[in-house]
T-cell receptor, first 114, second 114 residues
Framework: NAGVTQTPKFQVLKTGQSMTLQCAQDMNHEYMSWYRQDPGMGLRLIHY???????DQGEVPNGYNVSRSTTEDFPLRLLSAAPSQTSVYFC?????????????FGPGTRLTVL | GENVEQHPSTLSVQEGDSAVIKCTYS??????FPWYKQELGKRPQLIID?????GEKKDQRIAVTLNKTAKHFSLHITETQPEDSAVYFCAASTGTGTASKLTFGTGTRLQVTL
């Protein structure tokens, strides 16, 4: 199993550009989440999904969109990037019996918005 | 919502000494408390967790204690080794299944010196 994979590993955007961060998992986990990690602020939940076709907002959802058309994939879209979205983004998945609690994280995407 | 505070933000210990990291949480309904370790440039990984019906849990050199009355929990690492150097995050979760969400602390950078 590859576990949770994310692409790209690094990305530089200009203010106003859009892009999609990709996340995929091959563990047949129902739950998937996106977090952002900023220095001194820990990991903050952006959006999450409890199954295909179901998404919900986390702590910091503004400026981000998600969709979940399959169990395996959970892309994160930035519609109009802003410098405040410079961060490291982690995707995570977990088994439905454990809820969102025991998270398996992907390797992360380091995003810089100029 | 839940608020998790973590102390200290940095901790330096000599190899072989013990390290203790403390977290407090605000929501008395929280029932699951994991600890994640993140090495430099890597993804967070679950190292130990405890549920609200247990006061202490141990796994080799690491242990976690929970005081529900005081709403705090701690990570204890004994006989520290250089490979323990990393950032450690505590988290708290309320609910089960689709209602569960993790709130993370801001992290503790542990440095184990020779």
């Amino acid at each position: 199993n590859a576990g949770v994979t994310q692409t790209p590993k690094f990305q530089v955007l200009k203010t106003g550009q859009s892009m999609t961060l990709q996340c995929a998992q091959d563990m047949n986990h129902e739950y998937m989440s996106w977090y952002r990690q900023d220095p001194g602020m820990g990991l903050r939940l952006i959006h999450y999904s409890v199954g295909a076709g179901i998404t919900d907002q986390g702590e910091v959802p503004n400026g981000y969109n998600v969709s979940r058309s399959t169990t395996e994939d959970f892309p994160l879209r930035l519609l109009s990037a802003a410098p405040s979205q410079t961060s490291v983004y982690f995707c995570a998945s977990s088994h439905k019996l454990l809820g969102l609690n025991e998270q398996f994280f992907g390797p992360g995407t380091r995003l810089t918005v100029l | 919502g839940e608020n998790v505070e973590q102390h200290p933000s940095t901790l330096s210990v000599q190899e072989g000494d013990s390290a203790v990291i403390k977290c407090t949480y605000s929501d008395s309904a929280s029932n699951y408390f994991p600890w994640y370790k993140q090495e430099l440039g890597k993804r967070p990984q679950l190292i130990i967790d405890i549920r609200s019906n247990v006061g202490e849990k141990k796994d080799q050199r690491i242990a976690v204690t929970l005081n529900k009355t005081a709403k705090h929990f701690s990570l204890h690492i004994t006989e520290t080794q250089p490979e323990d150097s990393a950032v450690y995050f505590c988290a708290a979760s309320t609910g089960t299944g689709t209602a569960s969400k993790l709130t993370f602390g801001t992290g503790t950078r542990l440095q184990v010196t020779l």
